[in-house]
């Protein structure tokens, strides 16, 4: 794992490293970045909210995942709730573990840094599954998803303001390994 060691991680005290991390693995911009500060910061707070991160010998933070028990009440379930609802399942949403966000510097992609990030963060969890999204193309991050367990439980799904369509995937707990 290129010497990268994974722990926990204070993530409000380091909220500004994760998000560069995020934009340059995400391309985002400055204005989304000032957004998805105040949401992570705000997701912080929910019970049950955890994050891991990966660093260097130096400190460096080069990767970064945080998840929770998933509410039914929160933003991302109500937009994903009737996607799932027409699939006939919605049951994913009940007693699950949801990745938040879990991102790797482009430089120590395809390492294990994501692997590593996702399993060890579900292993801690105490619900039987765990749910993400993530966007709805053929990427190495799907294809990581995929070799862990997760499924696709909807595809196509359209998060207000973003112009591109999004999968939810579930897998039972603990992850599948290699």
């Known amino acids: 794992m290129d010497d ?9 005290a380091r909220v500004d490293d994760a998000l560069a991390v995020q934009a340059l693995a995400f391309g985002l911009t400055d204005d989304e970045i000032a957004v998805r500060r105040h949401i992570v910061l705000r997701h912080l707070t929910c019970p049950g909210a ?3 991160g990966a660093t260097t010998p130096a400190g460096r933070l080069v990767g ?10 929160h933003w991302w379930s109500t937009v994903v709730e009737p996607y799932l609802h027409s699939e006939g399942l919605d049951h994913w949403l009940d ?10 510097h482009p430089a120590h992609q395809q390492h294990g840094i994501g692997r590593a990030l996702i399993t060890r963060i579900t292993d ?4 039987p599954r765990s749910i993400l999204s993530a966007v709805d193309t053929e990427s190495p991050a799907r294809g ?6 997760y499924r696709d439980l909807a595809r196509r799904v359209l998060f207000p303001g973003a112009p591109t369509p999004y999968a939810v995937m579930g897998a039972p707990l603990p992850l599948r390994r290699p």
């Not at 970064?64 to 009440?73: E, I, K, L, Q, S």
């Not at 007693?95 to 790797?104: G, K």
């Open 124 to 127: 801690e969890a105490r619900e």
């Open 4 to 12: 990268v060691a994974v722990g926990p991680l204070d993530l409000v």
């Open 95 to 104: 007693d699950s573990f949801v990745i938040t966000e879990l991102h790797v």
């Open 64 to 73: 970064f995942v945080y998840g929770m028990p998933n509410d039914r009440a």
């Open 144 to 149: 990581l998803y995929r070799s862990l367990g």
């Open 50 to 52: 955890r994050a891991l």
